[in-house]
């Protein structure tokens, strides 16, 4: 049996199908007020995007899906986890000045931001999955404690993924500094000697008592680290570096696993909304948004994270892909646009594997709203 994936495109011609106005009717055709009960805290999972980007999705359509939450009587908050690598978004203070700054504040959006895994990503909940890679995952205390939760997520390319759309949101997203670690590597943080200046932070967070000072700069004891990615949060100096050298086809495997212990406790709680606009070939982790590598095509919206990344993809790849981008190859309708710039990696695995852990369903059909 497939799943439903609603659909609206991005033409307009007057008032009553201006995208916001669209949105909206998307929003009510795929019934995912039917997600929320009165009362809820509802998490609204999003991407605020690190500085520098633009390309992240625009805070007047967030507006409009807040709007519509609100009418089934919830308590909406927008909502991300803290990053691993050093960047405008490790710590909740810093994330919440870059989600503002990129135009999220509240006289904008309508609802609060709750950066869900802690200021130093220490809200955490272990949740038992029983999975190839984990046993449990960690998933960000916030997320894993809201009664429903709606997803966006903006479909682009990722160095390491191949794509990022709502499984990886599930995955990377909802996940502690340490979830991440160990998805990304099961390789150790290194010390930068040159940034270190052996204020021994790090010493006191790790949980493992891993790292030590010697002649005034920290050190790792390999042997003893457990990957947890604690310590890269806390540096003042940002001295420390993650190794994100790793097999892609286990680290997809490994975020399917987390999108799962993401989910597991939301049932029919939880709905999808992906928006295949401003197609960018990296993720909106990095600080800059490049060319898009192809036209924008249109809003999503589903209760299977699945088949609504199928169809995004599906519908990426009947684009032409555009001259002067980061795409090398594969520009003609139905050649795979994101392994046209990222050919070491194809993302699709991500699905199979989900797929075959009961994520979700690769099939699906499409309803176009009008
Ligand atoms: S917290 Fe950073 S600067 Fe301080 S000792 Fe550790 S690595 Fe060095
Ligand atoms: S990754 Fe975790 S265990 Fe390893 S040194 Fe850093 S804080 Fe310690």
């Keep these: 049996m497939s799943s439903q994936v609603y659909f609206i495109n ?25 997600t929320l009960t009165k ?8 991407h605020f995007g690190e500085k520098g980007t633009n390309a992240f999705i625009h805070p007047v359509f967030v507006r409009q899906i807040i709007d519509k939450i609100k009418e ?18 490790t710590n909740s203070p810093d994330h919440i000045q870059t989600a503002i700054e990129n135009g999220f504040a509240y006289a904008v959006v309508n609802a609060p ?29 916030d997320i894993y404690n809201s009664n429903s939760m709606i997803v966006l997520s903006h479909v682009k390319g990722h160095g390491m993924a191949g794509f990022g759309g709502a499984v990886k949101n599930l995955a990377m997203g909802c996940a502690t500094a340490a979830g991440k670690q160990i998805q990304h590597s099961d390789a150790k943080p290194k010390i930068i000697d040159e940034e270190c200046n052996g204020c021994s932070i790090c010493s006191k967070h790790c949980p493992v008592d891993s790292i030590g000072i010697q002649s005034g700069k920290s050190i790792i004891d390999a042997e003893r680290c ?5 310590c890269t949060t806390v540096c003042p100096k940002r001295a420390i570096e993650v190794q994100w050298k790793t097999d892609y086809n286990v680290f997809l495997e490994k975020m399917a696993e987390y999108a799962y212990g993401a989910v597991k406790n939301k049932a029919d709680k939880i709905a999808y909304i992906n928006f295949v606009m401003n197609v960018t070939p990296m993720c909106d982790c990095v600080p800059w948004s490049d060319t898009p590598i192809v036209g924008d ?6 209760f299977d994270p699945v088949a609504i990344d199928q169809a995004s993809l599906d519908l990426i790849n009947q684009q032409i892909g555009k001259e002067n981008t980061a795409l090398k190859k594969n520009f003609q309708p139905g050649e795979d646009k994101f392994l046209g710039v990222h ?7 991500i699905l199979d594997y989900g797929q075959s852990i009961g994520l979700g369903n690769r099939q699906y059909e499409l309803i176009e709203v009008k």
């Excluded at 200021?119 to 205390?141: E, M």
């Design 297 to 302: 095509v249109g809003i999503l919206a589903s």
């Design 39 to 46: 009362g809820d805290s509802t998490a609204v999972k999003i």
């Design 72 to 89: 089934s009587m919830v308590k909406p908050f927008l909502t991300d986890t803290n990053t691993l690598y050093t960047g405008s978004r």
């Design 343 to 349: 050919d070491h990696v194809d993302g699709r695995k």
């Design 10 to 34: 991005l033409r307009a011609s007057g008032k009553k199908d201006n995208i916001p106005t669209k949105l909206r009717r998307l929003y009510d055709k795929a019934d995912i007020k039917k």
């Design 113 to 141: 931001i709750i950066i869900a895994d802690g200021i130093y990503s220490k809200n955490s909940v272990d949740v038992k999955v029983n999975k190839k890679h984990f046993d449990s995952v960690k998933i960000a205390g």
């Design 226 to 230: 457990i990957g947890c990615g604690e």
